[in-house]
């Protein structure tokens, strides 16, 4: 696993690099637009760095025990880099529509944020100690934060390269009509 957050965001970056705003918001049918994919990791880089890490780092880790279930999921996803497929996403992380350019800003100063606060959690607490609960895999340590979002970062980036492909193909199609 990376040992920063800093190559997701180059690779974010990367992936989107040349779309306009438009096919940033196109969506198939029951699936989300490469914006909305985008604004659902802002919103977990956010929330785990103000909700979560801030917290840990003012008031001192906050993690329960983890539960057979959580267990077998953590080491799943973040000991082997497996991400589940089909996995309904927690509501609070559901794209809700915001102004891409403001979703952008978040990645770009959360990531880099969260990394530091990892960083700074692992020299006070160590790399074993969980230090706060995932809403799903339970507590984690703070290589376990950094392996999760990761990992979850790349099942989404795999989902925009799917869709800048099938934009491709419109106008490829588009431009063969004319």
Request: charged share 25%.
């Amino acid at each position: 696993m990376d040992s920063s957050l800093q190559p997701k965001l180059a690779e974010i970056e990367a992936a989107i690099a040349g779309l306009s705003e438009q096919e940033l918001r196109a969506a198939a049918p029951d699936k989300w637009s490469i914006a909305e994919i985008l604004e659902h990791l802002s919103i977990t880089y956010v929330t785990s760095m103000k909700g979560v890490m801030s917290k840990v780092l003012a008031a001192g880790p906050r993690a329960s025990r983890p539960r057979l279930k959580q267990r077998v999921t953590t080491f799943l996803v973040t000991g082997i880099g497996y991400f589940p497929q089909g996995r309904q996403a927690p509501e609070f992380t559901l794209p809700k529509g915001r102004a891409t350019s403001d979703v952008l800003a978040d990645i770009r100063s959360a990531l880099p944020e969260m990394d530091t606060a990892l960083a700074e959690c692992e020299r006070r607490y160590g790399s074993r100690l969980k230090i706060a609960d995932h809403p799903i895999l339970g507590p984690l340590t703070a290589p376990q934060w950094r392996n999760f979002h990761c990992v979850h970062t790349r099942h989404h980036l795999k989902q925009i390269v799917a869709r800048r492909k099938t934009l491709g193909e419109r106008r490829a199609a588009a431009a063969a009509d004319q």
